[in-house]
């Protein structure tokens, strides 16, 4: 399951500020298993990996402000995409 | 003297050939840098053998490319990526890697073409991380057949296929993306097999169908995943393989 957040920032990152990112993630999102982030649209899709898409649903609003994002965009369940 | 234009266009079948992805498995693994690397480990150069290939010419037609690059973990750790078009960042991130776990990140690059460089760099927080495989294969997505006219009737999808197939490595596949058909830009039930509409009007935003995986999902972007026994653990679409339909004149835009 993938939630995309408009973090509102179109901002190139290089590794340790990709790995700066990662650690404050993973911190705020224990159950994190990846991330990615589009520095041409300012978009993190946050990868849960294989969960129960009501606990997802239900979080969204928690992990997008975990995440400082200003928008939620998409939620993918296998290929089911939901957009706001 | 009155010269009638027929309502109806003569019958289109558009077939679309689909080039055999490139792979690539490394005799000897290499191990990840723990920063980036200055050059990225993965890259092709989109050709024109590279591209589908259609029968008659298309109005429009946007091509998405999959670089797919797999490797092991020895020790639970990280793994970083980082995609570059023709040398601009286009996507980053991570993902988590078990002890002895095998890891594939698929990366999905939106709208190339002839020319453009491909790249996918992988590195990773812990020093015993290797990387071993690599493959290559462009898919189409948002076709416009004409420009005008837009309403066709009917338009069958005779022959829908499935891929990329992958077989180097200890390949195996995490999902399937379903064929998206358009109608009005309004998206119909996915479709996985042979499908006979009666109309469908093509729109400018998603043309006649989407793939799904590298445009309705994914789209210059990518996922890693991971597993105990498959490399490259990997996505595949339904796509295309013939199109029969015929165009309808002087119907006024929707």
């Not at chain 2, 043309?207 to 490399?231: C, E, H, K, P, V």
Request: charge should be neutral; charged fraction near 20%.
């Amino acid at each position: 399951m993938k939630l995309t957040l408009d973090v509102g920032i179109k901002k190139d990152m290089d590794d340790k500020e990709m790995d700066v990112l990662d650690r404050a993630l993973r911190r705020a999102i224990p159950v994190l298993f990846g991330w990615s982030y589009s520095p041409l649209t300012g978009e993190l899709t946050l990868d849960f990996g294989d969960v129960d898409e009501n606990v997802m649903l239900a979080r969204i609003e928690d992990y997008k402000a975990k995440a400082k994002a200003v928008k939620v965009l998409r939620l993918e369940f296998m290929e089911m995409v939901k957009e706001w | 003297m009155v010269r009638l234009t027929p309502a109806l266009t003569s019958w289109k079948i558009l077939n679309i050939a689909y080039a055999a992805p490139q792979e690539t498995l490394l005799a000897v693994p290499e191990t990840l840098p723990t920063a980036e690397p200055s050059v990225p480990q993965i890259g092709y150069t989109v050709a024109a053998a590279d591209l589908p290939a259609f029968n008659m010419g298309v109005y429009r037609r946007i091509f998405v490319a999959m670089v797919f690059g797999a490797g092991k973990a020895t020790t639970a750790g990280r793994v970083y990526w980082r995609m570059k078009k023709n040398g601009v960042s286009v996507a980053t991130g991570s993902g988590t890697v078990a002890a002895n776990t095998f890891f594939t990140v698929n990366a999905y690059f939106y709208n190339v073409n002839v020319g453009d460089l491909l790249e996918l760099a992988l590195w990773s927080n812990v020093a015993d991380t290797v990387w071993d495989y690599k493959a290559y294969n462009v898919q189409v997505s948002r076709l416009i057949l004409m420009n005008k006219p837009r309403l066709l009737q009917p338009c069958n999808f005779t022959s829908v296929g499935s891929g990329p197939v992958l077989v180097l490595g200890s390949p195996s596949v995490y999902g399937v993306g379903s064929l998206r058909v358009y109608h009005l830009d309004e998206e119909l039930p996915f479709v996985t097999s042979a499908k006979n509409y009666e109309i469908i009007y093509t729109k400018d935003a998603y043309g006649m169908f989407r793939i799904t995986y590298g445009d309705a999902s994914n789209a210059n972007s990518g996922a890693l995943r991971t597993s105990t026994t498959s490399r490259p653990l990997y996505y595949i679409n339904y796509f295309p393989l013939q199109i029969v339909t015929r165009g309808v004149r002087g119907i006024i835009e929707p």
